[in-house]
């Protein structure tokens, strides 16, 4: 049965490509909605089998076989799973639902492409997470980028667009090749890939092979969930449609590289490096791509810093070995920043496709749907109780704060960051004058309602979806997420600190993110745009990372491409080629004068042939 | 009689065939010194097959008559070879009014 839960988006694929030109577009939206919808009433079924703890493993056929190794195609449906499978089909319903109306004015059969990558998208997806072994997960990472590579460059007339989808792609690819020599790494030490058997047989890995498997793993979730170094493709995928950015680039396919990880929680607990590495590198991403979205000016631009440095809280809370706050985040994440990506895409809608911050301001008065929703968002993500976002933040603070004092001092700043730039970004759009053009003023209209419905329900999962993870110290036999994850992720210990530290930590994190708010609003209700200077302008250009990548790796391959064809390509390999055809030419010539026509000249040659046969048989044998 | 006196013989008619061949300009004349080194072999064959039956014919009565019998093969192949050669000959007498193979060089082109 739970096939189905894959299949029926892989059905609604096939439907809507190949029938882009026959079905209307009613048709289209019915089909690409419904199946996302059944299969998220599938997950819900399967949710209530496998609530209290067990483990669903459905096994469909030898997919390679070769000597011993032999990799079986399963699924493996636990509580973990479940978790994501219910945000994946839940989350992505609403934004079908939401494409409906965003994608109306397209022409037909870009509606329906649009729609049949979307459940494409959704069903890679969903094997990713399904997957009983590391290689269906595999499959599914790789179709989830090549859906994401297709939905970044849906406006494939724009050069510009289709150059952020190769750059997606291209980054990923750096990040799935660690993933692949990984998986290589496993299977040539524990010759096997399925999940039980690699978990339940640890002790066949020696602390250097857990710690070079989860190193390279986590090179293959850094490029999907854009960590330092392989951060920078997620801002530019912002080309795509936003819903898309919404489903991808925030809700799902960037949050893989957590799954991955809390997934394997038993081979990260086997090395205190990797740990770290993955705490200093998530932390280090975080308060990165918070500094940036201070200073971008582009609505989607903000929101994509803004994932990129959620990310990065999610993978400090992994590296500190809080695995499940880490998913917790990825849940809240996923309800809040598809509320955020969504409803910009509704003021985007609103204004006709403009997108620049500066020309926005009052919006707060014309689309007042879009502006709640937007604003439960931004609180959402600011992390104010008892909005969703304070909790799994919480979760992730106190798990440092246990850890280290030092990096909760850093992952704090990073809270206070990401409160700043929401907040910022909300006071420039919504309140103040507008600042675009008279024409934009008039056509300013509230979206329709199968955009504004999905917002509005976002928002409810945004105030309340945090209460399935409220903290021990607020009630009794609470962090029911914790104990719902349990058999997946162990759960290792008790806090470590008293209840009244907690609390105080937790009234220090909500007084500064007030007060920061404060301070957004002092600065930012009446907007006054200056030219960055300085550390501003700096910020505003991204910390000149893309340029320095462009000099330091692009510029050198370009370089070194040159070299190869000037030096080797050239010289070496066409003058072999180009000399072989040359010496069999001027040798036929030279022989063709041999052929003269006379018969005794012929047999004079083969006379003489003859002879030297016979010297070589008698004489040098 | 040695062998050896056989196999010198044979060598000098076969040496002689092929001078002529190389050094001669009438299709005739090097038509017989062809013939000339095929009867050469010929020659060889009847003389060894002659010594291996007198050193075998204790054990086996028939011993080296298979090189007799192909002596005959032989002939009639160069029988019914010398008939299409001399027909060749005639022929590119009727075209050309000469038998100097010299003339014969059109298979240059």
Excluded at chain 1, 122 to 141: D, K, P, Q, R
Aim: glycine share 8%; aromatic share 12%; net charge positive.
């Amino acid at each position: 049965m739970v096939y189905l839960i894959p299949l029926v988006p892989l059905l609604g694929f096939l439907i809507n490509g190949l029938g882009r030109r026959l079905l209307s577009k009613t048709a289209v939206s019915v089909v690409g909605c419904g199946v996302i919808f059944i299969a998220f009433a599938i997950s819900c079924w399967v949710f209530t089998e496998v609530r209290s703890g067990n483990t669903i493993i459905a096994d469909y056929f030898t997919f390679i076989h070769v000597d011993k190794l032999r990799i079986r195609f399963t699924f493996q449906i636990d509580a973990l799973s479940t978790l994501f499978l219910l945000i994946i089909t839940g989350v992505g319903f609403l934004i079908h639902v939401y494409s409906t109306g965003y994608m109306h004015q397209e022409k037909k059969e870009h509606y329906a492409r649009y729609f049949s990558y979307m459940n494409l998208f959704v069903f890679s997806m969903l094997l990713l997470v399904m997957g009983g072994n590391f290689l269906v997960m595999f499959i599914g990472w790789e179709g989830v980028g090549l859906c994401s590579y297709l939905l970044i460059g849906y406006w494939f007339k724009n050069q510009e667009y289709n150059k952020a989808a190769n750059k997606a792609f291209v980054m990923n690819r750096i990040g799935d090749l660690g993933f692949l020599i990984a998986l290589f790494w496993l299977i040539g030490k524990t010759g096997t890939l399925d999940f039980a058997e690699v978990f339940s047989n640890t002790a066949r890995l020696s602390s250097a092979d857990a710690t070079i498997i989860t190193l390279l793993l986590f090179i293959g979730a850094a490029g999907k969930s854009a960590q330092i170094p392989l951060y920078t493709w997620l801002p530019d995928a912002m080309a795509g449609p936003t819903p898309v950015s919404a489903l991808i680039h925030a809700a799902t396919m960037v949050t893989a590289g957590i799954y991955m990880i809390a997934r394997s929680n038993i081979l990260y607990s086997m090395s205190e490096l990797s740990m770290n590495v993955v705490a200093i590198i998530g932390l280090a991403t975080a308060i990165l791509a918070a500094t940036i979205a201070l200073k971008q000016n582009d609505i989607k631009k903000v929101l994509a810093y803004s994932t990129v440095s959620q990310l990065g809280f999610m993978f400090l809370a992994l590296g500190v070995g809080a695995f499940s706050a880490g998913v917790f985040h990825v849940m809240t994440h996923a309800f809040f920043k598809a509320l955020l990506f969504l409803a910009a895409g509704s003021v985007i809608h609103a204004l006709g496709g403009e997108q620049d911050i500066r020309n926005m301001g009052g919006l707060g008065k014309k689309v007042k749907i879009t502006a709640i929703t937007f604003l439960i968002g931004c609180i959402a993500i600011a992390g104010i109780p008892p909005f969703s976002g304070f909790f799994s933040k919480d979760a992730i603070l106190l798990s440092t704060y246990e850890h280290n004092k030092i990096l909760y001092a850093v992952a704090l700043l990073g809270a206070l960051l990401t409160a700043f730039y929401m907040f910022r970004l909300y006071f420039l759009a919504f309140t103040g004058n507008f600042r675009g053009t008279e024409e934009q003023k008039q056509h300013i209209h509230e979206s329709p309602g199968t955009m504004t419905i999905p917002l509005i329900i976002l928002a409810i999962l945004s105030i309340i979806g945090g209460f399935v993870g409220v903290p021990e110290v607020f009630m009794h036999g609470a962090e029911r997420l914790m104990q719902f994850l349990s058999p997946v992720i162990p759960v290792t210990k008790g806090h470590s600190v008293s209840h009244a530290t907690e609390l105080m930590l937790m009234a220090l994190s909500t007084t500064l993110i007030l007060l920061t708010i404060l301070f957004a609003w002092l600065q930012f209700r009446r907007a006054k745009i200056v030219e960055a200077r300085g550390l501003g302008k700096v910020l505003e250009n991204k910390w000149y990372v893309d340029e320095l990548y462009e000099k330091v790796i692009v510029q050198s391959l370009h370089h070194f491409g040159a070299f190869l064809k000037n030096s080797i390509e050239r010289p070496v390999i066409d003058g072999l080629v180009n000399g072989v055809g040359r010496a069999v030419n001027y040798g036929g010539r030279q022989m063709r004068l041999l052929q003269s026509g006379q018969v005794a000249n012929y047999i004079l040659l083969m006379v003489i042939s003859m002879l030297l046969i016979f010297v070589l048989q008698f004489f040098i044998r | 009689m040695p062998i050896n006196y056989y196999i010198f013989l044979s060598i000098a008619l076969f040496c002689i065939g092929i001078v002529g061949v190389l050094t001669r300009r009438n299709a005739i004349i090097i038509f017989m010194c062809i013939e000339l080194m095929l009867n050469a072999v010929n020659l060889m064959l009847v003389a060894f097959s002659k010594m291996h039956h007198l050193k075998n014919v204790a054990v086996n009565a028939t011993a080296g008559s298979e090189g007799q019998v192909l002596v005959f093969f032989i002939m009639v192949v160069a029988a019914a070879e010398v008939s299409v050669g001399l027909a060749i000959i005639v022929m590119m007498y009727r075209n050309i009014h000469s038998v100097d193979v010299n003339f014969l060089n059109r298979l240059r082109h």
